[in-house]
């Protein structure tokens, strides 16, 4: 469309919806800003303004819960496609696969007859041990933007609006509602907001959620400097921002702030702080009505680029779910996803031919992980997990027997609950009102809790090694039985999880030793891990065969049996860094992790590679790395500026092993002579080839100015100094293949 149609169209609508505020009462405006059910905003009949219908979450479609309780309504129809979580998403390293699975959810959160999907979460990873980092892509910017991008525009194709979330540097869950963090202004710009920046310009996002976190003491909720000066008037946002659950806190700061939506946890909905609160405040005179038209409009230009309401109604697209196609889909994501860290002596790919007898050790090759993890959580059409995918794949010559390995508490709540609904106990408080807000937003409470959990952890390791004695035993003796030996280990999301960080980096339940134990009796076991964060890994340069799977969907037993037979050649890349011990990391060494009350990002830019990089730390396995089947050969790089700003790439990859593979090519910019302190390098383009044996193919990539530049808070804006920086073109962030020095002038 013309831009000047466009511009047309706008202005009709603006014009539409400010008749349609003039029409409404004080109630009414008021019943639009905030919940009247926990997933859902006001109706208003009398004008044809239907609820905006929301839904958790990122890996699919939760399921169906109660209005005003946290209990799943229990139905037999709200099962859905499972996704691979972001952080398998970013792993593949292809961003065409953000737009399909953007549209999978999309199409999925339509057809189950919703408007606001509450994803992509697109926080930066800071440190290893946050519970929620599987729900999110990367430790840096540029990447997690890249996928951000085209996964907002493939939902939203599908008339849903995506929410991007949680806005801005949600980056722990230790004392997630109350920790206020202190920032710095130009770690700010550069690490925090880029991809949310992205996510409004690029991708034209229709809404936002606020985080439950403050930064430098006050709120995201009620954050004029964060809703008001940079998403709005800096970026130009004009969509709807939605509270995180229970994320507003006072009524007059969040009225007069870009706070549109107040969304909670809580069942007193008339009492949220944006209900009667804000309109005694209104009548008394003391809040301008304008604060609510405001929010009025950004929520009703929501509900016209959805079609919810506006002429276009009928034209709304209908949307689907469980379409086998959302499956194939799926199952692509799982096989891009999955690293393969380590393959010394070309372990795998695995002959299924040569195979008789094969064993298959560890519970994560049983376990279910899509119902868990917190609002991640969903009711799966199904899930294939690792033994049935192994088991299908090689079907009935082969015998594969299985051995739990190391013991995993059940850790099931009571039937029909979840974790937010005992966050809300009704037993203790019937009515469900200011006494249950006042005790979960009591910080000695909810601190109590938290203690409670850590020696619960601490209880099941004491359980764990009671049982695992016998668990090894019986694994011990099947892994010296077989041709082959498949260890499934890792996380679950008992560790992954909202609302808790993780207390250490360590495989839980005595899984090391299990490890250590097994390569000692056949040291080709391969190694294979499902989890949602980096772990330790102390046994790495003994193990020859290390392949790392995040939660990859209901597909992921199929995709990993793919690969470990030599089906699909893997072909995904860390998305972060694994470090060699926790206590490697930035945040570790600060002590500014996981802290209550207040926390400071001391080590401003360097987190993830950038701080690995500058203080010279080996990680286990670096950001980027992956490796494949094949092997990929970097030549030829030139570089030609462009109009005295863009400088464009030119290299060629090949494939010089003897099959198609699948390469991610990163491009880190490494400023030489900077006149402030900047990261050794920071990736700032990549692109994934495929290529057959022996084929090679001619890369192109741009860097554009704004590739060069840093936020001067000063100056209060990006900016490039002239001069040279050294153009790194790499396998990952440590094996750089090809270099040169582009000037900007
Ligand atoms: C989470 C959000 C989620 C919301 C609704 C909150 O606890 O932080 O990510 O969308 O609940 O379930």
Request: charged share 30%; aromatic share 8%; glycine share 8%.
């Amino acid at each position: 469309m013309l831009k000047k149609d466009e511009k047309k169209i706008e202005k009709k609508r603006e014009k539409e919806i400010d008749k349609l505020i003039k029409k409404l009462t004080l109630d009414e405006k008021i019943a639009m800003i905030h919940g009247a059910s926990l997933f859902r905003s006001g109706e208003l009949a009398r004008l044809g303004i239907p609820a905006i219908e929301t839904s958790d979450g990122p890996m699919g479609v939760r399921a169906e819960f109660l209005d005003d309780r946290w209990i799943p309504v229990g139905n037999q129809d709200d099962m859905v496609t499972y996704l691979p979580s972001n952080s398998a998403l970013a792993s593949s390293w292809n961003t065409d696969l953000a737009r399909e699975m953007g549209h999978v959810l999309g199409a999925e959160a339509r057809g189950r007859g919703k408007d606001v999907i509450l994803a992509p979460g697109i926080n930066i990873k800071r440190d290893p041990l946050c519970g929620r980092n599987f729900e999110y892509m990367s430790e840096d910017p540029v990447l997690t933007k890249a996928f951000a991008v085209p996964f907002i525009q493939a939902v939203q194709e599908n008339d849903v609006a995506a929410c991007v979330k949680h806005f801005a540097a949600n980056g722990q869950e230790t004392d997630r509602l109350m920790v206020d963090e202190e920032i710095d202004e130009r770690t700010l710009y550069e690490l925090y907001l880029p991809a949310f920046k992205a996510a409004v310009q690029e991708a034209g996002v229709y809404s936002v959620m606020g985080a439950y976190n403050k930064i430098n003491g006050v709120h995201c909720c009620e954050n004029k400097k964060l809703l008001d000066e940079i998403l709005r008037k800096e970026w130009g946002f004009d969509g709807a921002v939605i509270s995180d659950w229970g994320g507003v806190h006072k009524t007059r700061e969040a009225a007069e702030c870009s706070m549109d939506l107040e969304m909670s946890i809580f069942p007193d909905f008339d009492d949220y702080k944006l209900a009667n609160p804000l309109k005694v405040l209104i009548e008394k005179g003391e809040i301008s009505v304008d604060t609510v038209d405001a929010k009025v409009r950004n929520l009703l230009r929501m509900m016209y680029r959805l079609k919810m309401i506006g002429s276009k109604r009928e034209e709304r697209k209908a949307g689907a779910y469980n379409k086998p196609e959302h499956r194939e889909a799926v199952l692509r994501g799982a096989q891009e996803s999955m690293i393969l860290l380590k393959n010394e002596n070309r372990i795998l790919p695995l002959d299924a031919k040569k195979i008789k007898k094969l064993a298959v050790i560890g519970a994560n090759a049983v376990i279910q992980h899509s119902y868990g993890g917190g609002s991640a959580e969903i009711k799966a059409l199904y899930e294939i997990c690792p033994l049935a995918g192994l088991k299908m794949y090689l079907g009935g010559n082969v015998k594969v027997s299985y051995a739990q390995g190391y013991y995993v508490p059940q850790n099931k709540t009571d039937e029909g609950e979840n974790w937010q609904a005992a966050s809300v106990d009704e037993d203790r408080n019937p009515d469900m009102g200011k006494a249950v807000r006042d005790e979960v937003n009591d910080s000695e409470n909810r601190r109590r809790g938290e203690e409670e959990r850590l020696a619960k952890l601490e209880r099941e390791k004491a359980e764990a090694h009671e049982k695992n004695e016998k668990l090894f035993a019986e694994a011990l003796e099947m892994a010296k039985d077989a041709d082959a030996v498949i260890f499934v280990g890792g996380l679950n999301h008992d560790y992954d999880v909202e609302g808790c960080d993780r207390p250490d980096m360590k495989l839980p339940y005595e899984q090391d030793m299990l490890i250590e134990a097994l390569l000692k009796v056949r040291k080709d076991v391969i190694l294979t891990f499902v989890g949602g964060s980096p772990v330790e890994m102390p046994w790495r340069e003994q193990a020859q065969t290390i392949l790392w799977s995040y939660y990859a969907g209901m597909e992921t037993g199929n995709a990993l049996a793919q690969i470990i037979f030599g089906e699909v050649n893997p072909s995904g890349k860390l998305a972060e860094t694994f470090p060699v011990k926790y206590e490697d990391c930035a945040a570790a060494k600060n002590g500014q992790f996981g802290k209550w009350g207040n926390i400071v990002l001391e080590e401003g830019l360097y987190c993830g590679y950038r701080h690995f990089d500058r203080q010279r730390i080996k990680p286990a396995f670096c950001f980027g790395h992956g490796l494949s089947y094949t092997s990929f050969e970097y030549s030829g790089l030139t570089m030609k500026a462009e109009k005295g700003k863009d400088v464009k790439l030119t290299f060629s990859v090949k494939n010089i092993g003897k099959r198609a593979g699948a390469e991610a090519v990163q491009i880190y910019i490494a400023p030489i002579a900077a006149q402030v302190d900047r990261p050794d390098k920071e990736l700032k383009a990549f692109s994934k080839v495929e290529l057959g044996a022996g084929r090679s193919k001619k890369i192109s990539l741009t860097l554009k100015q704004e590739d060069f530049m840093y936020y001067d808070a000063q100056l209060r804006k990006f900016i490039a100094d002239a001069g040279d920086y050294e153009i790194l073109v790499g396998a990952s962030c440590e094996d750089i293949r090809l270099r040169g020095i582009a000037t900007l002038s």
